[in-house]
């Protein structure tokens, strides 16, 4: 049981590096993918299974929980570990990507964001100080700084003065936290897709200190192509000795070139928001089970996997409760997706600690179909 949070790097091949975040409540293997539980539940999912499938540690998120319970009404009833039914290490996002993305009647300034609430109309405010008292309040083992994150494209002036506003809010964010031994706050890289904004990013970063740092202002449209040209260098602004935190990535081909690229932690709706549409992603490519293609298939959706779905039910099966709309169409995808990505997780892991990384690439990319299968 360690009081206090570290990250111990055990092996490095190439860029990318494998290792263990220790927290008072569990260990987080690193390169990890960190399944999304918005609103208090990864959806579809009763967290003993969230952890079966390898999950260390679950996102939550502090735009959903400050509109719906309330951040207060969590903490009342002992936090959000207990609220959940999650003892392990949660991360919580610090509210304003969420806020840009799906509250209305907007108002940003230096202060912060004044917004309504997309459930009820009803007027909040997120500062750095009152999201670090939310998170707080939830009492999430790593707290995200608050920050702006821009929609991309847009003009260097415009990506320069958003990152440079992020920067001091990020120093707030770091003063607003306080003292809090076990508990990890992480700075948020921003500076668009312009190499030298995101050096002057870092450096600020840098100079206020953090247990972490994440890479934001990625997956937002940008493209893979330029958000791996931003990830051949960014990841090297960080110190080295820390975790580096990919937001919002992604597909299994993204995750497989950040963790390249040296990146350690990543989250995504993808695996279970796609899982709900029917979409399964495999070992070989995606599968969408919609297809009328596999009404008479009796083979499993992928031979390799040990999740319940691929365990105990065949592709016609799949295809039937997903046509039909039936909830375990959901649980059974959304099960088969995160033990898919971290099964992937776990063969990244073992292929840096052997040396053998470029192998490992080599051989995903090469079993890939491009398209449905
Ligand atoms: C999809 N692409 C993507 N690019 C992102 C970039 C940023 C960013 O620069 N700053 C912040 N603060 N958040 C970002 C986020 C949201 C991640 C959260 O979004 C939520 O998933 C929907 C989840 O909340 C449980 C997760 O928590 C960390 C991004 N998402
Ligand atoms: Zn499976």
Known sequence: MVERFSFELSAVDGAART??????RG??????????????????????????????ILLGNTYHLMLRPTAERIAALGGLHR???????????????QVMSLASLRKLTEEGVRFASHIDGSK????????????????????????????????????????????????????AFGDRPGH???????????R????????ALREIGFEGYAIGGLAVGEGQAAMFGVLDYAPGFLPEDKPRYLMGVGKPDDIVGAVERGVDMMDCVLPSRSGRTGQAW?????????????????????????CPACRSYSRAYLHHVVKADE??????????????????????????AGGRLAAFVAEFHATRAEGDI
């Open 282 to 306: 495999t070992r070989r490519g995606s599968v969408n089970l919609r297809n009328a293609r596999h009404r008479d298939d009796p083979r499993p959706l992928d031979e390799a996997c040990t």
């Open 184 to 194: 990890a706050l992480f700075g948020i890289m921003q500076g668009g897709v312009t």
């Open 327 to 352: 909830i375990i169409g959901s649980m059974l995808l959304t099960w088969h997706n995160l033990q898919y990505y971290q099964d992937l997780m776990a063969g990244l892991r073992a292929a840096i």
């Open 124 to 175: 909040h405010m997120l500062t750095p100080e009152r999201s670090m008292e939310i998170q707080r309040l939830l009492g999430s083992d790593i707290v995200m700084a608050f920050d702006e994150c821009p929609a991309l494209p847009a003009e260097d002036k415009v990506v320069a003065e958003s990152m440079r506003m992020s920067m001091r809010w990020a120093r707030r964010s770091r003063e």
């Open 83 to 97: 609220f959940m039914n999650w003892e392990r290490p949660i991360l919580t996002d610090s509210g304003g990507f």
């Open 196 to 203: 030298d904004l995101r050096e002057e990013s870092a450096a």
């Open 19 to 24: 290792g263990v975040i220790h927290t008072p």
């Open 27 to 56: 260990e987080i293997r690193t390169p990890a993918f960190m399944p999304v539980g918005t609103a208090g539940t990864v959806k579809a999912m009763m967290p003993e299974s969230v952890r079966a499938t390898g999950a260390d």
